[in-house]
Each structure stands twice: as structure tokens, then as C-alpha cells.
């Protein structure tokens, strides 16, 4: 059984720039969240997909925006990047029913200059 | 709503003391609660969960917390600490239903002294 996969591990982006990062979700699993976790912060919740359909967003603009592909793989896009999306940003697969129990990927850790 | 606080953003023990850390929540339904650890650049790791069974909970690698629905809190405890229990620690709430985001705490960061 594999689990979360993200990448790329490591990007650093110039300040109005457009970011695309990518997760791949534990097999079997439907449902993909991501959070933001800025330095010295616990992660923060952006949205969450659900059969290719968002399915809850936290307080986040809509420059970030997010795709969930039939094989439930996913995609976080930021556009207009600002020195405040400096982050490490997560990537967390589970099951739709269940204990809501979410894996989470390594990270990638996104540096705006 | 929900909400999580940690108290005590970093907590400092001797190897084989007690390791105890605090965790309040606020919810406006019977929440389900997580552990998670974080060590240095990697992703977070889940040590346990409650999800209305059983109120003591055992996790991984000789944690455990207790849910207190009374003091609203699910602190983690472990009996002795080991070198590499040393990590960052998140507590999270989830309200399940038609909302399973995960709402974090600000995390405490656990140091081991030899």
C-alpha cells in the first residue's frame, strides 16, 4: 500500500507568480484535503475535494484553487503569489466515511521571494 | 465552531520522565480528536484518535490520551520519554458530518534532554 506522495519537495517562486503543486492520495482513498502550514504554525485548512468536487474551503482567497482527478489524485494552484504563501503546504488523503482519520504527504515547501 | 489550544508551546523533560502534553478543544457537536507528530521537514504522522469509542486512547509508540468531556480536553501522556519522542506535537479536532476539516492547534514542540 503506497501512501501520500507530493511534489515537488522544494520550489522557490518570484512574488505574482502561479504555482501548481501536486498530490498523489493513499490507494483507496476518495477524499483529499490541503492545509498550509506556515512557519511555527500548526497547518491550516485551505479546502477539501471529494469526488472531483470541492467540498469545504477554509478562509482562504480564491487565488488558491484546487483540482481532484478520477484517480483521486490532486492539484493546488496559486496564483499571484505574495511573500505570505511562504509555507509548507500538506496534502492530507482519507476515506469519505469512516473516523475522518487523514494521512498526510511529506510536504512541499514553498518559498516566495 | 471549532478551536484547539495547546498549552505550552514548548515543553522540556529529562529522558524516561513523564511526558505530558495539553490540549483543550471547543466544539459545538461531539467532536472526534487527534494526536499528530511532526519531525523536522517531514509531513505529520497520526499517534492516535478519539472518535466517541472508548475514552482512554492508546496510540503509537507508547502514547496515549484521555478525552474529558467535562474539562473539554485530550491531553497526551506518555509514561517515559525517549530520545526520539522529540518532535513537534499538533492536537486537532475534527466535527465530522458534512465538515472533516481538521482544525489545529499551534503545536508544542517537545525537547528530550540525556
Known amino acids: 500500500e503506497t501512501g501520500v506522495t507530493q511534489s515537488p519537495t522544494h520550489l522557490i517562486k518570484t512574488r505574482g507568480q502561479q504555482v501548481t503543486l501536486r498530490c498523489s492520495s493513499q490507494?483507496?482513498?476518495?477524499?483529499v484535503s490541503w492545509y498550509q502550514q506556515a512557519l511555527g504554525q500548526g497547518p491550516q485548512f485551505i479546502f477539501q475535494?471529494?469526488?472531483?468536487?470541492?467540498?469545504g474551503r477554509g478562509n482562504f482567497p480564491p487565488r488558491f484553487s484546487g483540482l481532484q482527478f478520477p484517480n483521486y489524485s490532486s492539484e493546488l494552484n496559486v496564483n499571484a503569489l505574495e511573500l505570505d504563501d511562504s509555507a509548507l503546504y500538506l496534502c492530507?488523503?482519507?476515506?469519505?466515511?469512516?473516523?475522518?482519520?487523514?494521512?498526510f504527504g511529506p510536504g512541499t515547501r514553498l518559498t516566495v521571494t | 465552531a471549532q478551536s484547539v489550544t495547546q498549552l505550552g508551546s514548548h515543553v522540556s523533560v529529562s529522558e524516561g520522565a513523564l511526558v505530558l502534553l495539553r490540549c483543550n478543544y471547543s466544539s459545538s457537536v461531539p467532536p472526534y480528536l487527534f494526536w499528530y507528530v511532526q519531525y523536522p521537514n517531514q509531513g505529520l504522522q497520526l499517534l492516535l484518535k478519539y472518535t466517541s469509542a472508548a475514552t482512554l486512547v492508546k496510540g503509537i509508540n507508547g502514547f496515549e490520551a484521555e478525552f474529558k468531556k467535562s474539562e473539554t480536553s485530550f491531553h497526551l501522556t506518555k509514561p517515559s520519554a525517549h530520545m526520539s519522542d522529540a518532535a513537534e506535537y499538533f492536537c486537532?479536532?475534527?466535527?465530522?458530518?458534512?465538515?472533516?476539516?481538521?482544525?489545529f492547534g499551534k503545536g508544542t514542540l517537545l525537547t528530550v534532554n540525556p
Open positions: 492530507a488523503s482519507s476515506l469519505r466515511q469512516g473516523t475522518y482519520e487523514q494521512y
Open positions: 475535494y471529494y469526488r472531483e468536487e470541492e467540498n
Open positions: 490507494s483507496g482513498h476518495n477524499t
Open positions: 486537532a479536532v475534527s466535527q465530522g458530518g458534512s465538515n472533516y476539516k481538521l482544525t
